[in-house]
């Protein structure tokens, strides 16, 4: 009795098409600090921070939090101004009063926050530093990825820290618990400004391909 034995190997194709879609949209991606608002749906604003809900984080600890303030997008800046001004002085005052007009012409503003009740508490003995730059790995992945679905959804944003100088006062406007660190803060509206052509080193500076075992 013969039995014929046969084998079916798949034929995987990379998605070209796909790969060159997504880097589209992080070429397209700028610090713009000159917003203007216009109409944005709220299902929008929900499917871009769903890429920071998607984004991966080590054990799938998910530490990053974000609030999105649109009702009362201008109301934050309008505060953000006057707690700068009780907080800072001289030409750091000057510098980053000079931006606001920027960021409460836009639309909305997305607050990041690391959760200290995740990146504080490693699942594992003897891991706290490491556990806490894990834990930093998350945030600024989940950063980026929200950052590009702005750009892909047609948006502008820039990645500011003013969060950092007036922390515990921001805690109290938001209302967020106490154990969530102040991470970094993004203003969205549409680009009122021009920015300038994207530009990075060389491939060849940047990147660099392995080639097997030295001889």
Do not use: C
């Not at 984004?55 to 953000?80: C, G, M, Y």
């Not at 699942?123 to 945030?139: C, D, H, I, M, V």
């Amino acid at each position: 009795m013969n039995t014929e034995i046969t084998t079916t190997e798949e034929t995987f194709q990379p998605d070209y098409a796909g790969l060159q879609s997504y880097l589209d949209y992080v070429q397209k991606r700028r610090s713009i600090r000159k917003l203007t608002s216009g109409p944005v749906p709220d299902e929008t604003i929900r499917g871009i921070v769903e890429a920071g809900r998607w984004s991966p984080s080590s054990a799938n600890s998910q530490p990053t939090r974000i609030v999105i303030v649109k009702e009362r997008h201008k109301e934050l800046w309008d505060f953000i101004e006057s707690t700068l001004k009780q907080n800072l002085q001289g030409e750091q005052l000057q510098r980053a009063l000079n931006r606001l007009p920027g960021y409460r012409s836009g639309v909305f503003t997305l607050v990041f926050y690391e959760d200290s009740a995740v990146a504080d508490n490693p699942p594992f003995p003897g891991g706290q530093e490491r556990w806490k730059n894990f834990s930093a790995q998350a945030l600024g992945i989940a950063q980026a990825n929200v950052w590009n679905a702005i750009a892909a959804a047609g948006l502008a944003a820039s990645n500011q820290h003013i969060n950092l100088q007036i922390e515990e006062e921001l805690r109290d406007f938001l209302g967020v618990p106490a154990t969530w660190r102040s991470y970094s803060i993004f203003p969205v509206g549409y680009a009122d400004e021009t920015p300038e052509e994207g530009s990075r080193h060389p491939h060849e500076e940047v990147i660099f391909y392995e080639q097997g075992p030295a001889a």
